[in-house]
């Protein structure tokens, strides 16, 4: 996913704007997440893909990750909020 401090060759302004939002989280083991770092996608994609996490590893099977991937991922996330928290 995209990183929160991205600098160098993985920074894209295109998704700065997108980093800290619901559809770029996600749920990981706080050592892979630490692994994985400020690290572009392409770098941690297998990370997420080894995750014990369904949802983490369904990032990983992504072969990018765009405005178009936050977008549906945080409607992946929503959809699952209202089912889950819905009376």
């Known amino acids: 996913m995209y ?3 991205a600098a ?3 920074l894209d302004a295109n998704l700065e704007p997108f980093k800290n939002t619901l559809g770029n ?3 990981m083991d706080p050592a892979q997440n630490n692994i994985g770092g400020n690290d572009s996608f392409a770098v941690k994609q297998p ?3 080894t995750s ?3 949802l983490t590893q369904e990032i990983g099977i992504k ?3 765009t405005q178009q991937e936050i977008v549906d991922h ?3 996330l929503i ?6 928290f819905r009376p």
């Open 25 to 27: 989280l996600t749920i």
């Open 47 to 49: 990370i997420y893909q």
């Open 79 to 84: 959809d699952a909020a209202v089912k889950i």
């Open 3 to 5: 990183p929160r401090n």
């Open 52 to 54: 014990s996490v369904l």
């Open 8 to 10: 160098g060759s993985v």
């Open 63 to 65: 072969t990018a990750w």
């Open 74 to 76: 945080k409607n992946l």
